[in-house]
């Protein structure tokens, strides 16, 4: 059974910063792209970041361009989301994916709150 498990989220205040983590259990992650989601209330579900098998390719929304970075530890198979410069705009649950393909989603983790205040 392959499990995601997020962790980090919290309250922060507006500049500030947070790292959240996802670890996989039950698959080795280096079988796959990796990938963050976040839903604020009352809005669709929106792709933050995304990195391939290797590390070697990322994928940003342009919304967090230049303040989150995206990293993998295969060896620890977790996925980690850096978020700096944080606003408040950004408070919504966020969610680790596992994909094979761009667009399919295998797992998701049941997430993790990141609250910013102004």
């Known amino acids: 059974q392959v499990q995601l498990v997020e962790s980090g989220g919290g309250l922060v205040q507006a500049g500030g910063s947070l790292s959240l983590s996802c670890t996989i259990s039950?698959?080795?992650?280096?079988?796959?792209?990796m990938n963050w989601f976040r839903q604020a209330p009352g809005k669709e579900r929106e792709r933050v970041a995304s990195i391939t098998r290797s590390g070697y390719t990322t994928y940003y929304a342009n919304s967090v361009k230049g303040r989150f970075t995206i990293s993998r530890d295969n060896a620890k198979n977790s996925v980690n989301l850096q978020m700096n410069s944080l606003k408040p705009e950004d408070t919504a649950v966020y969610y680790c994916?596992?994909?094979?393909?761009?667009?399919?989603?295998?797992?998701w983790g049941q997430g993790t709150q990141v609250t910013v205040s102004s």
């Open positions: 039950g698959r080795t992650i280096s079988t796959y792209n």
């Open positions: 994916a596992a994909s094979m393909v761009e667009g399919a989603y295998s797992y």
